[in-house]
């Protein structure tokens, strides 16, 4: 009864992220190509035949680009709300499933519950996936921290938490002004000191995973996300999701053991 997740790619060049059981899974965002998608899946022993159901957080391209080729060539129906897939070019009406803030969609064995969120997209929407008592929750591209966040946040085993800048970089980095009030707005993104704080006042004792992700190239860094979140881990394993490639698939499970750095091949999934 474990509960398998990846990040596929994080970062305003694309994002994905795998959430995954024994028998099906799904992807939050496809904002890398179709074809990258399937090879960093492949690489980590994951097959896109697993995939129930694709969900869409926003319209933003980073989170969009590789939905409408993914979605026909795999015949894989994608949840979406009906403002964004206003925005959504390309993607068939018939593999388009509409859904609602707080309405828990089930994809194979998995349950989906979305809420809405603070961001300066047409219908932002973050998720949690839940199996056999077990969540996970997708929370990148968050102005600010909100209520819906906090009530999630506290029910995760793991979590994907939005990192997206360290303010003093921002402060002193090469953005022009106006894209330096759009990312701190409270409808941008969210700062490594604001996700600390959702870290400390509100992770469960149960989180074993943090995923920090969304990292912004310009005006943050690994290194420093790493040192900023370390020293608060506790039993919480800390990792920094990559812009560049994707991470391992890491798993949980129901009886609180957390298994890490192993492939689904090794797990002999799918
Ligand atoms: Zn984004
Ligand atoms: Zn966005």
Known sequence: ???????????????CYYVG?????????????????EKRMLSLGLS???VKAIF??????????????????????VYITNKTANYCVGLKANLCRHFEEGQTITAGQLNITPFTKFHDG??????????????????????????????????????FLETNYDEQMLETGSYPLVLKRRIRSGHGHLSNTQALELFLQHRSKKLSHLLLSHLSRENNH????????????GSTKIIVASRDQA????????????????????????
Do not use: W
């Not at 009864?1 to 994002?15: D, E």
């Not at 391209?61 to 129906?77: C, E, M, Q, Y």
């Not at 690994?222 to 881990?233: G, H, N």
């Open 1 to 15: 009864m474990s509960l398998f997740f990846s990040s596929l790619n994080s970062g305003s060049n694309g994002n």
């Open 21 to 37: 059981c024994a028998t099906g899974a799904v992807l939050i965002d496809a904002g890398i190509s179709c074809r990258e998608t």
């Open 48 to 50: 896109l035949k697993s």
């Open 56 to 77: 869409i957080s926003h319209e933003h391209t980073d989170h969009i680009k590789g939905v409408a080729t993914l979605s026909s060539k795999f015949n894989i129906p």
């Open 122 to 159: 047409c219908d932002p929407h973050s998720f949690v996936v839940s199996y056999s008592g077990l969540t996970v929750g997708i929370f990148t591209d968050i102005g600010k921290v909100c209520k819906n966040l906090i009530h999630y946040f506290k029910k995760c085993d793991a979590a």
């Open 222 to 233: 690994p290194e420093i996300v790493e040192k900023t979140f370390s020293p608060y881990a």
């Open 247 to 270: 991470s391992p698939v890491f798993s949980i499970t129901g009886n609180g053991f957390a298994a890490v750095n192993q492939s689904a091949k090794q797990l002999q999934l799918f």
